[in-house]
């Protein structure tokens, strides 16, 4: 049975599918402590699982687009939903095969859900409101961590950590079935007969070949590197440099992602008043590469709310941008290739999510101190900024020489 669609039912449906992706995808890294304990292993580890989820996910964006126009964007995103509750019922088997198989499904599903809850939002939300509906889409993504870090463990330490993530699978089922009515209206652009071989390298062709979605792409994947390390290093920093406690470092680690979530929003809303979301992710890369570098100036003898400040400062800013930039790429794209151009830009953003927490590593290793670290990686938002302009300088070019084509075509037609 098919029922009307609304702008707001998809906005609401995307938001709770990118939420529950992201606890998903932060389900063993938030339990990663209990689950070492139980296997008899290093809780150091499950930086192999995240490597493993961010591979996979950058490898399923080459199959998107395909998938996308074969299936459709409702029948999409219910198999990765399902593919993550597969997931994550093979890692509660609590063996180390099982979590590295369960992980594998976790990052396949995580590549493709953006694409293609993306290529639903484009068809059904009105253009000049698309930074602040895909702001509250991205939003989802720092909320759902910051859930999976709070729900998590509660449901743990009471039950177990495998009844938690037996509670995320059956959340993911749950949404599969909300989502069956409206499948035949969200899908009726598909074609099943689309062939697979169509985008044998995803939606890269289509994102390199177009100046400003490729230089809109890169900034992106630069802004990215500072989003990874952001949200993988807080913690680390605070307890190593500054000599917090390790609850303290995780609650203002969680203050960082709220901050975040009200970023995405609040930029989103921002983009759409001032109608020049390049000109917002202009802004973004130069306030992040200042953050950076005070980041780089903490110290032990810093006041805890002054510290606390800076955190839900960078997060707004460094965790914020992302759904501006979606909205963007939505808007750039030719029309009825959103989910494939989402698809390509996602490969370059899951690479640095991929490669990100190894050069940090590195540095870190030179550097000797996790705030010189963060102020090396200032170059990472600044060179997302020289991007955004180039991006920006590119849609003012493309306009004008369509503008020229329009007033040629014109005067031949009217001498």
């Not at 095969?97 to 694409?115: E, F, K």
């Not at 729900?151 to 495998?162: D, E, N, T």
């Not at 995803?202 to 792409?217: C, D, E, K, T, Y």
């Not at 990100?356 to 290793?365: E, N, Q």
């Amino acid at each position: 049975m098919s029922v009307p669609t609304s702008a707001t039912t998809v906005i609401a449906l995307a938001c709770a599918t990118q939420a529950l992706l992201a606890i998903c995808t932060a389900a063993l890294p938030a339990l990663a402590p209990m689950i070492a304990r139980a296997l008899g292993v290093d809780a150091s580890l499950i930086g192999f699982q995240a490597s493993i989820v961010y591979g996979c996910a950058l490898c399923s964006t080459f199959v998107t687009g395909t998938l996308i126009r074969r299936l459709g964007a409702a029948r999409t995103i219910q198999c990765t939903l399902a593919t993550s509750a597969l997931g994550l019922l093979l890692a509660s088997g609590g063996t180390v095969p099982l979590i590295v198989a369960g992980s594998v499904c976790i990052g396949l599903a995580l590549g493709v859900t953006t694409p293609a809850t993306a290529h639903a939002m484009a068809r059904f939300t009105p253009i000049e409101r698309q930074n602040i509906v895909f702001s509250l889409k991205q939003a989802g993504v720092p909320a759902g961590t910051m859930l999976a870090s709070v729900i998590g463990p509660l449901v743990a330490v009471s039950f177990g950590w495998r009844s938690a993530l037996v509670l995320y699978a059956a959340c993911c089922l749950a949404l599969v079935a909300a989502l069956q009515p409206h499948r035949a209206r969200w899908d009726d652009d598909r074609d099943p007969r689309a062939p697979w071989l169509q985008h044998p390298f995803g939606g890269i062709p289509a994102v390199w070949s177009n100046a400003p979605i490729r230089h809109l792409a890169l900034a992106g994947a630069s802004f990215n590197v500072m989003h990874v390390a952001l949200t993988a290093f807080t913690v680390n920093l605070l307890v190593k440099d500054i000599g917090y406690s390790l609850v303290v470092a995780g609650l203002i680690a969680g203050a960082a992602q709220l901050g975040g979530t009200l970023g995405r929003v609040s930029l989103g809303f921002l983009a759409d008043r001032v109608r020049d979301s390049l000109a917002i992710l202009t802004v973004a890369g130069t306030l992040m590469t200042v953050m950076c570098m005070v980041t780089g100036l903490m110290g032990e003898d810093w006041p805890r709310p002054a510290v606390i400040a800076v955190f839900v400062l960078f997060g707004f800013i460094g965790i914020g941008w992302n759904g501006v930039f979606h909205g963007q790429l939505a808007r750039l794209s030719p029309p009825g290739k959103v989910g494939l151009v989402s698809s390509g830009a996602g490969f370059f953003l899951f690479f640095t999510a991929l490669a990100g927490p190894s050069v940090f590593t590195t540095l870190y290793g030179w550097a000797g101190s996790y705030t010189t670290t963060f102020a090396l990686l200032a170059c990472a938002p600044l060179a997302g900024m020289l991007l955004a302009l180039r991006a920006q300088s590119d849609v003012r070019r493309a306009r004008a020489d369509a503008a020229s084509a329009t007033a040629a075509t014109h005067t031949r037609e009217h001498p």
